[in-house]
């Protein structure tokens, strides 16, 4: 269930589109209800609720902070592979305090999600929502070569034959995980070349597994959860 429910400010109003309705219904919130919500750039509102309709609800603002998010950039590069496992692991970076989050294609690639651009933000809302996040991260589909354009200068990729994850890290950071097929030599080469490798341990771990600790290990670093 979550804690915070999502809403787009108009005015001096706050509107909510339908997912947020069927949350209504599930929270059993009615009209002239007080709830909290966020716009998911930092707004946090307490609203009181004036409309609700089958596919959208209107609020009346009764209060607004906004609120500074945490200091320094932790980015996921995330690969595409099945839907299950693939939305597990954004919910957990989400939680974990990922600000950016890149899924992308590359030759050994099983699955595709450039038409699906919807279905991806709306597993980052969720997410965050019901770890009570107020700035959401951006999710975004795209291609191997984009990586080396929009990764921080400290990015690591993940690599059975890498080295131990550094006790000291930059403020942002990158991090790049291959999918169950493994990069190709080419990509590997191209990887490395500009990004140092490092691994978690003698085991081999599954490419979310690997992510979520990984993650977990530099949020903890970066005071982001």
Request: glycine content about 8%.
């Amino acid at each position: 269930m979550p804690n915070i429910y999502y809403c787009v400010p108009q005015n001096d109003a706050v509107y909510f589109d339908e997912h947020e309705v069927t949350h209504f219904k599930v929270m059993r919130v009615k009209e002239g209800d007080m709830i909290e919500a966020t716009d998911g750039s930092g707004g946090r509102y307490k609203i009181i609720v004036e409309e609700i309709k089958k596919d959208y609800a209107r609020g009346r603002v009764l209060y607004y902070e906004f609120v500074q998010p945490t200091q320094g950039r932790l980015v996921l590069f995330a690969p595409s592979g099945r839907w299950e496992r693939l939305r597990w692991t954004i919910e957990k970076a989400v939680e974990l305090g990922v600000d950016e989050i890149y899924v992308f294609n590359n030759e050994n690639a099983t699955r595709h999600y450039e038409d699906k651009q919807d279905k991806l933000e709306l597993v980052v809302r969720e997410a965050s929502k019901q770890c009570v996040r107020l700035h959401f991260p951006t999710i975004q589909t795209i291609e191997f070569l984009e990586i080396f354009q929009k990764a921080p200068e400290s990015t690591y990729v993940l690599d059975f034959k890498g080295r131990k994850i550094p006790k000291r890290i930059s403020r942002h950071v990158g991090v790049i995980a291959g999918p169950e097929g493994g990069f190709s030599r080419r990509e590997l080469q191209m990887l490395k070349s500009k990004f140092r490798s490092i691994k978690l341990g003698t085991k081999i771990l599954r490419f979310e597994t690997a992510i979520i600790l990984t993650v977990g290990i530099f949020s903890m670093k970066l005071g982001k959860v």
